[in-house]
């Protein structure tokens, strides 16, 4: 019999309509004869209310309330989409995480999941019984209610994929899967059949918001291939698997880009062993993330200009380390967060030469000043303007025969 796990996320289950749409689609895939578990994330905009409301409150809210707050949209789900189940004449239970347990480690807010009871899922599952779990959350060890970071829910299929050793892994979102590029300011994106775990994994850290990258590394680390598909149509998804089974007849197969980047620059340091290792180790204990890092050639042998990228979110924060940091001497500092980073991603790029220089040759067709690089293996990310993001993606997208 075909274990089968089913993730809905927030928008197909956002209003009371929808949930009874999907419904339809558990009984089906019940009726099939397929052990089915259904993950669900809270109603489309809840968590957001929620987190608002907890501010009302306080700005420096408890994080183990804000913890047991936040779980609260996934119960609500569980209990609408079983009861709407069970209306239909399916038997369906919702088993909150304590009730499994699903257990969790790490700090409140960005726990992840360790371990599940599995034996309490078979037993409902023997019963015929659908099983429904709230996405997004856990309990710790001492039974203190977790959530497992935003967009989580993605993360607790997966891991209870692997678990229940399901046979499939299904995402039901609001698109019909991963697309070249967003489809919604890019009309002619494709969608994408089949993608490795690592393209997926580059695509959903650089913007494409389909699935939580966590979840896809798991997926990874695991096998566990997954299919991303909408709830709304019944067209096939994307199917994200091990890259062995896919032929690359294209270098690049997506062009992703978000805004959530700066970029800092640190005028006239010093230009002397262990300078570089000054600036970035502070920032790497508080835990700032430095993306991309450019150091300049110092003309005098003297004095050199540094320049790097960071979340949009931390950029006070990483002035403020470096100017409290007496041993970095600098003359200034800038930054500029109207930046976008744009990639091209493409496991078919380790074979094909020549991909960067078109890369950089579209960009400057189009008259964009590339201002950072960065690159990996499968992946090369340019920080240009904000202003000129979407004439790259465009030119990208063309350039790369992805239209
Ligand atoms: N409801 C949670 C969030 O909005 C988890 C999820 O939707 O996956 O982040
Ligand atoms: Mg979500």
């Known amino acids: 019999m075909t ?35 259904v993950i669900v994330s809270a109603m489309a905009g809840k968590t957001n209310e929620l987190i608002k409301l ?25 209990a609408l989409l079983a009861g709407a189940l069970i209306k239909l004449n399916i038997k369906a239970k919702s088993l909150l995480n304590w009730q ?8 409140h807010s960005n726990a992840r999941i360790t371990n599940m009871n599995v034996e309490k899922i078979n037993e409902h599952l023997n019963e015929k019984e659908v099983v429904i779990i709230p996405g997004f959350q856990g309990i710790t060890k001492s039974a203190d209610i977790t959530t497992i970071g935003r967009g989580g829910s993605d993360a607790t299929a ?37 993608i490795s775990y690592d393209e997926m994994l580059e695509l959903s850290s650089l913007g494409a918001k389909v699935i939580q990258s966590s979840a896809v590394q798991t997926a990874m680390m695991y096998d566990i291939p997954l299919e991303v598909k909408s709830t709304f149509t019944e067209r096939k998804g994307t199917k994200i698997f091990n890259q062995e089974n896919i032929d690359y007849t294209k270098s690049v197969t997506g062009v992703a880009y ?54 949009r979110d931390d950029v006070d924060k990483t002035k403020e380390i470096l100017k409290e940091k007496s041993e970095i001497k600098y003359k200034d500092i800038i930054h500029n967060d109207k930046v976008a980073k744009v990639s091209i991603v493409g496991a078919g790029m380790v074979s ?39 004439n790259a993606v465009k030119k990208l997208h063309t350039i790369f025969d992805l239209d």
């Open 352 to 390: 094909t030469p020549g991909v960067t220089y078109k890369m950089f040759r579209g960009l400057s067709d189009e008259k964009i000043n590339i201002l950072a690089i960065s690159t990996s293996e499968i992946k090369l990310s340019v920080i240009i303007d904000e202003n000129n993001t979407l």
């Open 3 to 37: 274990k089968k796990v089913l993730k809905f996320g927030g928008t197909s289950v956002g209003t009371i309509e929808r949930i009874q749409h999907v419904a339809s689609i558990v009984k089906k895939e019940h009726l099939a004869g397929n052990n089915v578990v």
């Open 100 to 107: 499994i347990p699903i257990l969790t480690e790490g700090e």
């Open 258 to 311: 978000s805004k959530d980047d700066a970029k800092i620059t640190l005028i006239g340091v010093e230009d002397r062993p262990g300078v570089a290792a000054n600036i970035f180790e502070p920032l790497s204990k508080a835990q700032i993330n430095v993306d991309m890092v450019i150091q300049n050639i110092s003309s005098d042998q003297k004095t050199t200009d540094v320049t790097f990228t960071v979340k």
């Open 158 to 194: 997966v891991a209870v994929a692997k678990l229940l050793n399901a046979d499939t892994c299904d995402i039901y979102t609001d698109v019909d899967g991963v697309y070249s590029t967003d489809p919604n300011k890019i009309p002619v994106a494709k969608k994408i059949d089949k």
């Open 54 to 78: 907890s501010k009302e409150i306080s700005d420096k809210f408890s994080k183990r309330e804000l913890d047991v707050l936040l779980s609260s949209g996934e119960q609500v789900t569980s």
